[in-house]
């Protein structure tokens, strides 16, 4: 099993750098899901994507999630049972579930299940914006803390004082939602473990070619080495190719030289991988699949 997640400032073209690289590792002959944290995905392939995937090319499943009430969300659905049950509004459910980082969980529970079930080799992660991207470490992190503090099997006095905060004794109800509550933070716990895993798991941030990119590139690492995440790659999306010769954009051109120069010596020893700007945005499965040939030759 192996997962790439892309992250990346708005606008970076993650989504495009994404799917192509899930068309180029589904060419290679591995059983591949392009997994979007958002709605990104759908616009590259060109296809209507749902939360469950669909085959997309030979090889290629792919699907995106939002948040929404039309879409499952395993744990806003458990904090809408739990509020319910203690008789407090369950539209307090949906404002929780969308605090920051918090969003992600229910998407983050859907990844998990695509990794149990799916049987892929590989699972490329259509990331959210780096500003928010950089809140589901914490938020993983926050999941496995919850289950060691208040989840611990066989030590009921640990948790104790959590039920007395929803129940005045141990109804049959309040079990339950321990249980399940116990259940969608363990395979949070396990999903954080298969992330930080640098056998398995990388991180791949795309960035803009200009003046932000040597600063997104220290961030990244920081932020990423915080949690355990390992950075295997950045990517400078869209510099000018070597044919457009018209002196017109020669200050473009060097000021992209000198994000491409900053951010390396920014990334260290982590490699610095490049995508020329083509005449139309790459979309497609043919289009990405000759987008991915370059950075990955």
Do not use: K
């Amino acid at each position: 099993m192996r997962i790439i997640l892309f992250t990346g400032r708005g606008g970076s073209g993650v989504s495009t750098i994404a799917g192509a690289t899930a068309v180029t590792l589904a060419r290679s002959g591995r059983r591949s899901l392009a997994f979007g944290l958002g709605s990104g995905l759908g616009d590259a392939f060109e296809l209507p994507l749902t939360h469950e995937p669909s085959e997309v090319a030979p090889n290629l499943l792919a699907l995106e999630t939002r948040h929404g009430d039309e879409e499952p969300d395993e744990f806003r659905d458990w904090l809408e049972a739990l509020l319910d049950w203690r008789g407090i509004e369950p539209e307090l459910a949906d404002d929780l579930a969308a605090l920051p980082g918090a969003n992600q969980i229910g998407r983050m529970l859907n990844l998990a299940g695509q990794l149990e079930d799916g049987g892929y080799e590989a699972i490329v992660v259509d990331g959210l914006p780096l500003e928010q991207f950089l809140d589901l470490p914490p938020s993983l992190d926050a999941a496995s803390r919850w289950l060691e503090r208040l989840f611990e099997p066989r030590q009921s006095n640990v948790f104790e004082p959590f039920v007395r905060m929803f129940a005045a004794d141990y109804a049959e109800a309040g079990e339950e939602m321990l249980e399940s509550g116990r259940e969608l933070l363990g395979r949070l716990a396990d999903l954080r473990e298969l992330l930080t895993d640098q056998d398995v798991t990388s991180v791949r941030v795309v960035l803009r070619p200009d003046a932000t990119a040597a600063a997104d590139t220290r961030e990244s690492l920081t932020a990423l080495s915080l949690f355990s995440y390992a950075c295997d790659a950045f990517l400078v999306n869209r510099l000018l190719p070597d044919e457009v010769r018209d002196p017109f954009f020669d200050e473009v051109r060097s000021g992209q030289g000198r994000a491409l120069s900053e951010s390396r010596a920014a990334a260290g020893e982590v490699p610095v991988l490049t995508t020329a700007h083509t005449r139309a945005a790459p979309t497609g499965i043919v289009a990405l699949g000759t987008s991915g040939e370059t950075p990955y030759a």
